[in-house]
């Protein structure tokens, strides 16, 4: 729960999965101490039986959701579909989070308390220095390059747009529609970002520690890279022809 003016608001974090049964208990056991939120994992029908793991939860927490899809679909679209059913079930406070550890639930409750005045809060690696722990020189240069990248095409005022642990509230959230959306991985971050940015969001980045995944197989790949770099420009010039707005416009 999140107190806004005197009021409780509804919170729970979404999870994208795929082949993430290593991980999988201990994070959510380790998000639901962390703070009082629910929690929705959306898998990708994960052949190592993440989520018939997260089934077995659910029969004695009922905090605990799943969405579970038909096949491995993307970032985006995993993303996309838990906000949807999380704005359906009337979450007035909708995070996301990876589920492998590289963001600590032991920093919720600060945004949480943060997006109490803000519409979106970014955990970001670059807001004070860089804070990136066990990545080779050569990721961290690209993933530092290409927000420097971001922020000089687009304009946007955010150190760490590639950034997956965030906070929304769903007020703001719900102005997007998401069915526009059909990038993933750092650019479906990116266009997260840019357009609530351009919707007028309150946006508060707070700094936090990335740690590289403590078990199973990273999802990078070059064609991620490709399609952020890519994006920047096509938002820009979609924003300049009148191709990008809100439910209110």
């Not at 959510?28 to 962390?34: D, N």
């Not at 995070?95 to 519409?119: C, G, T, W, Y």
Request: glycine share 8%; net charge positive.
């Amino acid at each position: 729960m999140v107190r806004h003016k005197g009021l409780l608001m509804k919170a729970i974090l979404i999870i994208p999965t795929y082949n993430e049964l290593d991980n999988i208990d201990n994070i959510i056991t380790a998000v639901l101490h962390a703070a009082d939120v629910h929690i929705m994992i959306v898998d990708d029908n994960s052949p190592d039986g993440t989520s018939d793991r997260v089934t077995e939860r659910m029969k004695t927490d009922s905090r605990i959701h799943l969405l579970k899809r038909p096949g491995k679909m993307g970032l985006g679209t995993a993303y996309c579909e838990g906000f949807a059913k999380a704005l359906g079930m009337g979450y007035e406070v909708i995070m996301e989070m990876d589920a492998d550890f590289s963001h600590d639930p032991q920093d919720i409750p600060r945004f949480l308390k943060e997006i109490e005045v803000n519409d979106l809060v970014i955990g970001s690696r670059y807001s004070n220095g860089v804070n990136v722990v066990n990545w080779p020189l050569r990721r961290l240069i690209l993933s530092y390059g290409a927000n420097v990248y971001t922020r000089i095409i687009t304009g946007m005022p955010v150190k760490d747009a590639t950034g997956g642990f965030k906070c929304f509230r769903a007020s703001m959230l719900s102005t997007i529609d998401l069915n526009d959306i059909h990038s993933n991985g750092y650019a479906f971050q990116i266009e997260m970002n840019y357009r609530l940015w351009k919707a007028g969001a309150r946006i508060k980045e707070i700094p936090i520690v990335f740690i590289d995944r403590r078990s199973g197989v990273s999802k990078m790949s070059k064609n991620i890279v490709y399609e952020a770099a890519f994006l920047v420009w096509k938002l820009q010039f979609m924003w300049l022809f009148g191709k990008i707005k809100t439910k209110n416009q």
